[in-house]
């Protein structure tokens, strides 16, 4: 069955600092995305960053980087450079066929706190 | 480009009643998926419907269903509405394949009394 595991529930950082957040995921299905989303108190889901099952490097977007270890199954999140505006719920997501269309399921989230 | 819109952001119903929910996804996207997001159970998938068929459904009771419009626009509606129904609904609408991001709404708050 497919999931998703965030193992950590809470996380501080030092404004400037690097932080990463973890996420292992589990399928049988050889073609998946991989996706990390920011919400804010405000509630919107922010898409950060998307990896493939079948790319060759890690996913960069801007601060965002995503450490895929595709033999272990785990799509971690780095953030670099911490900002305040960073304190956030994240979520890791994943997205594969399934009955002839797609389902994305989500892990627990990590919330992150920036402290100045 | 317009973002995913939905309507309304607030709703307070009552048990036994019923609430339909909309979505209007970013031009060009035929893929919109409803999520439920509670404190207890997180972000749970309810379904997903592309070009009007709903392709794929989450593990929710009848009560739970949906509809897309030929302008891809998206309805939810939940009836007989009981107190665990009170959640965030989020509705992110996609180009329809696996690795296209989902680009996601503000949500509907909805409270059932």
């Known amino acids: 069955a497919q999931k998703i595991t965030q193992t950590q529930p809470g996380m501080f950082v030092q404004e400037k600092e690097a932080v990463t957040l973890d996420c292992t995921y589990d399928t049988s299905d050889p073609s998946y995305g991989l996706f990390w989303y920011k919400q804010p108190s405000s509630g919107e889901m922010i898409f950060l960053i998307y990896?493939?099952?079948?790319?060759?490097q890690n996913a960069t977007e801007g601060r965002y980087s995503l450490n895929f270890q595709k033999a272990r199954k785990s799509a971690n999140l780095v953030i670099s450079a911490s900002q305040l505006g960073d304190s956030a719920m994240y979520f890791c997501a994943m997205r594969e066929a399934n009955t002839g269309g797609f389902k994305t399921i989500f892990g627990a989230g990590t919330r992150l706190f920036v402290k100045a | 480009k317009a973002g995913v819109t939905q309507t309304p952001r607030y709703l307070i119903k009552t048990r036994g009643q019923q609430v339909t929910l909309s979505c209007s996804p970013i031009s060009g996207h035929r893929s919109v998926s409803w999520y439920q997001q509670t404190p207890g159970q997180g972000l749970q998938f309810l379904f997903e419907y592309f070009s009007e068929t709903q392709r794929n459904k989450g593990n929710f009771p009848g009560r739970f269903s949906g509809r897309q419009f030929s302008n891809s626009r998206s309805e939810m509606n939940v009836s007989t509405l009981e107190l665990g129904d009170s959640a965030l609904y989020l509705c992110?609408?996609?180009?329809?394949?696996?690795?296209?991001?989902?680009?996601f709404g503000p949500g509907t708050r909805l409270t059932v009394l």
């Open positions: 992110a609408s996609s180009l329809g394949q696996a690795s296209d991001t989902q680009y």
């Open positions: 990896q493939g099952s079948y790319d060759q």
